[in-house]
């Protein structure tokens, strides 16, 4: 198959020889390094061949000498299919411009995905990415992927993960943000405590302030289950810490 | 020095296969000779090759020269009989 393809592309002769010497031009065309297939004896005095370009112009020179005839019997391969559009020079800048448009056209990046937790806006990513140059157009090969990440890490507190994936001429940003803390309340600041979940009360232990719910109660969310204000003997209210 | 297909078991006499073809039978159909210098003749029922020191006889029906190169040529077709005449340069 591949052998077929190679003499596809250079050119495939297929040449008809008169004369009474055939083995005398088969030697001499294989002396002159030429590479014959497919010979076939028709007659006493004719022969037919395969061969490429190069050897078919060989042979000629050959046949020539030994004073015998040569014909093409057939040609087929690339060389033969472009020469009729040889003097047509648009055809071949046309084909060469546009692998050179394919070529240009890959090497940049065309379009993005982003595959992340949620945890940080897209559009913000997209706004980090492209102060660092990388949009659509971008030179693949000019967008130093490791210098950003590690730079993105450095600057911006949000992620823990951050990586450019390259498939063809897309580019996949992966990302993965950090939880943000949770606000805790100072041990010496007062507050109350409210029930973020509907339930039942099994067990309530209040060590500082005023219980507002008892065991075997039924609360809702938003409900307050323990007050920051004492009261004190007087009748007086303080706050927990106070 | 060893003949092909005989491996180590059969020592040859160095000088003993210099100028000798190489021939490998396909079954039937096919023959390859390497290492020969000429065609003497070429019909399409015999093919008479020569090497250095011998002439290779290939007789057959329906002969084809299926590739040729510098020393190398594949012959296919209905072949009968291959002889090598060696010492007779020209056969």
Not at chain 1, 24 to 40: D, E, S, V, Y
Not at chain 1, 157 to 165: R, V, W
Not at chain 2, 5 to 14: E, R, S, T
């Amino acid at each position: 198959m591949i052998e077929k393809c190679v003499f596809w592309l250079k050119g495939d002769v297929r040449a008809r020889i008169k004369g009474v010497y055939g083995e005398k031009i088969i030697n001499a065309a294989k002396n002159k390094g030429c590479a014959l297939r497919n010979i076939k004896r028709l007659d006493l005095e004719s022969l037919e061949l395969e061969t490429d370009i190069g050897g078919y112009k060989k042979l000629r020179g050959i046949c020539r000498k030994n004073k015998c005839k040569i014909k093409i019997v057939k040609k087929t391969g690339l060389p033969f299919k472009i020469s009729p559009y040889r003097h047509r020079y648009g055809i071949f800048l046309g084909i060469l411009s546009f692998f050179i448009g394919i070529y240009m056209l890959s090497t940049r990046v065309w379009s993005f995905s982003i595959t992340d937790d949620g945890m940080v806006d897209k559009n913000k990513i997209m706004e980090i990415v492209a102060s660092y140059g990388i949009r659509a157009g971008s030179v693949k090969s000019k967008i130093d992927v490791k210098g950003i990440r590690s730079d993105i890490m450095q600057k911006y507190e949000d992620f823990t993960f951050f990586n450019i994936n390259f498939y063809g001429s897309h580019a996949e940003i992966v990302t993965k943000g950090r939880e943000k803390k949770q606000n805790v309340i100072p041990k010496d600041m007062a507050c109350d405590i409210i029930c973020d979940k509907d339930g039942l009360i099994e067990r309530i232990i209040v060590k500082e302030g005023t219980k507002l719910k008892e065991r075997g109660e039924t609360v809702i969310k938003g409900d307050r289950l323990v007050s920051n204000k004492l009261m004190r003997a007087d009748g007086s209210f303080t706050r927990v810490g106070q | 020095m060893s003949i092909k297909g005989i491996g180590k078991a059969f020592d040859v006499p160095y000088g003993f296969l210099e100028g000798m073809p190489r021939i490998e039978m396909w079954g039937k159909g096919c023959v390859t000779v390497d290492g020969y210098k000429n065609i003497v003749r070429y019909d399409k029922d015999i093919v008479i090759l020569s090497c250095k020191k011998a002439g290779v006889e290939i007789r057959g029906f329906e002969m084809e020269i299926k590739a040729l190169e510098r020393g190398y040529v594949e012959i296919r077709g209905e072949i009968a009989s291959v002889t090598i005449n060696s010492g007779d340069k020209n056969d």
